[in-house]
T-cell receptor, first 114, second 113 residues
Framework: EAGVVQSPRYKIIEKKQPVAFWCNPI?????LYWYRQNLGQGPELLIR????????DSQLPKDRFSAERLKGVDSTLKIQPAELGDSAVYLC????????????FGPGTRLTVT | AQSVSQHNHHVILSEAASLELGCNYS??????LFWYVQYPGQHLQLLLK??????LVKGIKGFEAEFIKSKFSFNLRKPSVQWSDTAEYFC???????????FGTGTRLKVLA
């Protein structure tokens, strides 16, 4: 079984530039999560999707961050414009459904904003 | 606000030593509890989970955790660690009432051969 796929693995951009991250969850997993993990911290949820619906985006900085999950499968997270403080690892995870399910994580995208 | 606390940020042990990593959460409702592990260069992966029933749960690689509801704790234990247990360990709580999934800050474990 293929795991959660993310790309790119690494990205270096200058501040004020846009950046996008892509995630393909495990087949059949309805729930998809985007997390941000700062150095020395645990993952912090940015947004959770149930199929194509964003059911929890309360922690997503909506002035610069956006996400979509068209057709309820793969997803894209975008930052525009990026700021220095956005440097972090962006993790995607998926699960069969939200409740009572463990999450399966992708390798993450390490973003450096210079 | 709900939160998860992991008291030990860095732990160094010798092989065969016993391990206990603390995890406390703040939420008064029903929770599902998890420990995840991230080995060097690898993805986060599930170590063990508690949903209901026996509060002592066993996971992979000889790890176990005990849910003590009165203490809001879910501590991770292993009787005898190995060098290969060197990794970062994250406690996570899923709150059924508020539908939040919250991770602790992690504990970085180093096992000396």
């Amino acid at each position: 079984e293929a795991g959660v796929v993310q790309s790119p693995r690494y990205k270096i951009i200058e501040k004020k530039q846009p950046v996008a991250f892509w995630c393909n969850p495990i087949s059949g997993h309805n729930t998809l999560y985007w997390y941000r993990q700062n150095l020395g911290q645990g993952p912090e949820l940015l947004i959770r999707y149930e199929n194509e619906e964003a059911v929890d985006d309360s922690q997503l900085p909506k002035d610069r961050f956006s996400a979509e999950r068209l057709k309820g499968v793969d997803s894209t997270l975008k930052i525009q414009p990026a700021e220095l403080g956005d440097s972090a690892v962006y993790l995607c995870a998926s699960s069969l459904k939200w409740e009572l399910s463990e999450q399966y994580f992708g390798p993450g995208t390490r973003l450096t904003v210079t | 606000a709900q939160s998860v606390s992991q008291h030990n940020h860095h732990v160094i042990l010798s092989e065969a030593a016993s391990l206990e990593l603390g995890c406390n959460y703040s939420y008064g409702g029903t929770v599902n509890l998890f420990w995840y592990v991230q080995y060097p260069g690898q993805h986060l992966q599930l170590l063990l989970k508690y949903f209901s029933g026996d509060p002592l749960v066993k996971g992979i690689k000889g790890f176990e955790a005990e849910f003590i509801k009165s203490k809001f704790s879910f501590n991770l234990r292993k009787p005898s660690v190995q060098w290969s247990d060197t990794a970062e360990y994250f406690c996570a709580v899923a709150t059924s009432g508020t539908y939040k999934y919250i991770f602790g800050t992690g504990t970085r474990l180093k096992v000396l051969a």
